[in-house]
């Protein structure tokens, strides 16, 4: 369990393990606690699709990072079992940032929502999450 009074520096160490998210999306940590994290990523040329946007699999890498952190902060080792994203628009700004918010958290499941957005206030993407909790 990840310590819930654990301080940002020590979340973004720890999470600096999912190197997907972190090395190859340059996904960072900007918030943290139980049940919410907010997570950013400036867009780069990487990031986009042949069609000059950013591409569906950065944004939920982006998603799944911000699911990642705020649902195993003092809790149980989660992970998610069944996650549904809605594209909603084009990122118009240059950096995409996740926030990821407790619906329930039960013993055994939890459900997250996590927006993103751009650093315009784009609505981009809406991701539900179900997740599992071993106890």
Request: hydrophobic share 45%; net charge negative; proline share 1%.
């Amino acid at each position: 369990m990840i310590d819930e009074n654990c301080t940002i520096d020590e979340v973004r160490e720890l999470f600096a393990g999912d190197r997907f998210a972190t090395e190859a999306c340059g996904c960072r940590v900007v918030e943290a606690e139980r049940g919410h994290a907010v997570c950013e990523f400036d867009i780069a040329d990487a990031h986009l699709n042949a069609m000059g946007n950013v591409m569906g699999g950065a944004l939920f890498t982006l998603a799944d990072f911000a699911l990642a952190i705020a649902c195993n902060i003092g809790e149980e080792p989660t992970m998610g079992v069944s996650n549904s994203i809605q594209f909603l628009n084009v990122a118009k700004g240059s950096t995409l940032i996740a926030t990821c918010d407790v619906d329930k958290s039960g013993r055994n499941l939890g459900f997250y929502t996590v927006d993103v957005v751009d650093d315009l206030g784009t609505a981009v993407a809406k991701m539900t999450a179900t997740c599992f909790r071993r106890s």
